[in-house]
C-alpha cells in the first residue's frame, strides 16, 4: 500500500523557475525522504528529514516537515532542465523500511 | 565505488512461464530490498534482507514469488509462474544496515529489470 501521496501528480515550468511539491502521509515515521528518478533509470536519494527537524536544505534543495499535518514539501530553487525527472516521496516508519508515495512528474523545459 | 548491479535490464515472457532477476548489492552492505515498481506509481517493497535472513516479507505474492540471498550477499528474485499483472520495474537496493529502528540509512537503488509479461 501507498503510504504517501505526493501532490501535484504532474508539474511543468521554465528553467529558473523555482518547483514546489508537496506529500502528505498517514502514519507516525522517523525520517521521511526524497528520491529522484529519472526516465529509464533507478532511483536516487536526494535528501532525508528526520522527525524532529522541520526544515533540512541542501543544495537547491529544501524540504519541510510538519509532522502535526503529516506532510512535507520539497523545493527546487532554480530549476534546470536535468532536474527533469519524477520526485517521490519515502517514509520510514521503523527498521529502515521504506513506504514511497505515488510521484510527482517535472517536467523543465528550457 | 561501484553501484547496485542487477540484470537481466529487461526480459518479456509469456503468462505462466518462471523468469529470475539477479541483484549484486554495494560492496559491505548488509541490507538488501527487493521493490516492485508498476508504471505509474511508486515502489512497493516485496522483500527485506539483513545479511542473509529475512526482515520484511509480508508484501511479497509466496504463491507465485521466492528470493534468496546467497551467504548474505548476491539476491535473486523468482516468479512462478508470472501473470499479467506482474509487468512492471523490479529494483534492488542495499544499504549499511547499521541497525534496526535507527531509520537513518540511505538505500542506493539499482537500474531495475522491466519485465513484460504477456
Known amino acids: 500500500s501507498q503510504q504517501g501521496e505526493e501532490d501535484p501528480q504532474a508539474l511543468s515550468i521554465q528553467e529558473g523557475e523555482n518547483a514546489t511539491m508537496n506529500c502528505s502521509y498517514k502514519t507516525s515515521i522517523n525520517n521521511l525522504q526524497w528520491y529522484r528518478q529519472n526516465s529509464g533509470r533507478g532511483l536516487v536519494h536526494l535528501i532525508l528529514?528526520?522527525?524532529?527537524?522541520r526544515e533540512k536544505h541542501s543544495g537547491r534543495l529544501r524540504v519541510t516537515l510538519d509532522t502535526s499535518k503529516k506532510s512535507s514539501s520539497l523545493l527546487i530553487t532554480a530549476s534546470r532542465a536535468a532536474d527533469t525527472a519524477s520526485y517521490f516521496c519515502a517514509t520510514d516508519t521503523g527498521f529502515q523500511k521504506l513506504v514511497f508515495g505515488t510521484g510527482t512528474r517535472l517536467l523543465v523545459s528550457p | 565505488e561501484a553501484g547496485v548491479a542487477q540484470s537481466p535490464r529487461y526480459k518479456i515472457i509469456e503468462k505462466r512461464q518462471s523468469v529470475a532477476f539477479w541483484c549484486n548489492p554495494i560492496?559491505?552492505?548488509?541490507?538488501l530490498y527487493w521493490y516492485q515498481q508498476i508504471l505509474g506509481q511508486g515502489p512497493k517493497l516485496l522483500i527485506q534482507f539483513q545479511n542473509n535472513g529475512v526482515v520484511d516479507d509480508s508484501q511479497l505474492p509466496k504463491d507465485r514469488f521466492s528470493a534468496e540471498r546467497l551467504k548474505g550477499v548476491d539476491s535473486t528474485l523468482k516468479i512462478q509462474p508470472a501473470k499479467l499483472e506482474d509487468s512492471a520495474v523490479y529494483l534492488c537496493?542495499?544499504?549499511?544496515?547499521?541497525?534496526?529502528?535507527?531509520?537513518?540509512?540511505?538505500?542506493?537503488f539499482g537500474p531495475g529489470t522491466r519485465l513484460t509479461v504477456l
Open positions: 528529514i528526520r522527525s524532529n527537524e
Open positions: 537496493a542495499s544499504s549499511l544496515g547499521r541497525g534496526r529502528g535507527v531509520g537513518t540509512d540511505t538505500q542506493y
Open positions: 560492496s559491505g552492505h548488509a541490507t
